[in-house]
């Protein structure tokens, strides 16, 4: 009997998890990587890894037949990594990093978060069984995890997916260079720089105000006006982002998940009326707008599932 490790690192939070391969969640638990950086976060998922390692054997008596590592960034096929909110992350050596401590008995797999919450969705979740999908993951930035044909895209250096750099305005401005256009506009840094930008206008202040998007949510459940110009515009956004992955891919379904997809599954309907004003019109009556059926779960179970490279693939066939 084999289990497999899924490990879920974010840019505070480490999550891991023991998964059945028949895709149960046995066992979950998290350590904090609140300003760790560098090697300080490879050795938090080293002692993640081991705890867990440790805690199959005692408590299912089964031998980890892999683990997989769920990146909030880019997860190269090298085994180098990069993460934009972890300091000391430019292209780290982590798979070689980890082997050399753990020995090459237990096999590693890193993908990008992206794809990891994708096939989470793939196995056991709101996609299981679709060939032609995508998860959208709008937290503090957005990506999207793209399987055509039942195998992820990657592109030629593994960048594929990274759609907050997708161009939904014509007027370029400053803030695009660092996080792109859609991101700029409705991820969770977004909405929060969008309802700071509006406040200073309001006010006719030199500064924005402060806000995260908790609060752009919470204010427009009080139908606060400034909140909800933030929010239609973010539909917008989320709307034309949607349409053009729907022209082009022609997928089955698009999940959505993330931080913002809690309070923001409200706005899927809204969404997908906004998507068919800018769709190929065939494929966006063809396509399903549907919210994450895992939530902060579909990453440690897409980590799992890239874990077992025996698997007989039903989907992802690369």
Request: contains cysteine; charged residues 20%.
């Amino acid at each position: 009997m084999h289990s497999f490790i899924g490990i879920d690192l974010g840019g505070t939070k480490l999550a891991g998890a023991i998964v059945s391969d028949q895709g149960k969640l046995d066992y979950k638990t998290k350590l904090s990587v609140q300003g760790d950086e560098g090697a300080q976060v490879a050795d938090k998922i080293y002692e993640l890894i081991q705890l867990l390692i440790d805690k199959s054997f005692t408590d299912h008596h089964s031998r980890v037949g892999g683990i997989g590592i769920s990146i909030p960034g880019i997860a190269y096929r090298s085994g180098e990594v990069w993460a934009p909110n972890i300091n000391g992350w430019e292209k780290f050596p982590l798979k070689t990093y980890l082997t050399d401590r753990m020995g090459s008995n237990t096999p590693i797999e890193i993908e990008s978060d992206r794809s990891c919450h994708l096939m989470g969705e793939i196995w056991q979740g709101a996609a299981k069984g679709n060939r032609n999908a995508i998860f959208l993951a709008v937290g503090t930035g957005i990506g999207a995890g793209i399987l055509v044909e039942g195998q992820i895209l990657r592109g030629q250096n593994d960048i594929a997916g990274a759609v907050g750099w997708m161009a939904l305005n014509p007027d370029y401005l400053p803030i695009y260079k660092e996080r792109g256009c859609f991101e700029s506009h409705a991820s969770g840094f977004g909405l929060a720089y969008q309802a700071g930008e509006k406040y200073k206008l309001k006010k006719g202040s030199s500064n924005p105000e402060p806000f995260t998007a908790k609060e752009v949510f919470t204010s427009w459940a009080s139908r606060d006006p400034l909140a909800i110009q933030v929010l239609e515009e973010a539909i917008q956004y989320w709307g034309m982002a949607c349409a053009n992955l729907v022209s082009i891919f022609n997928p089955e379904k698009i999940i959505f998940g993330g931080g913002v997809f809690g309070p923001g599954r409200h706005f899927i309907d809204n969404i997908y009326e906004e998507a068919k004003k800018w769709a190929q019109p065939i494929s966006i009556q063809q396509v399903q707008f549907l919210n994450s059926q895992l939530g902060d779960e579909a990453g440690l179970i897409g980590a799992a599932y890239f874990a077992d490279k025996n698997r007989k693939p039903e989907n992802e066939t690369d």
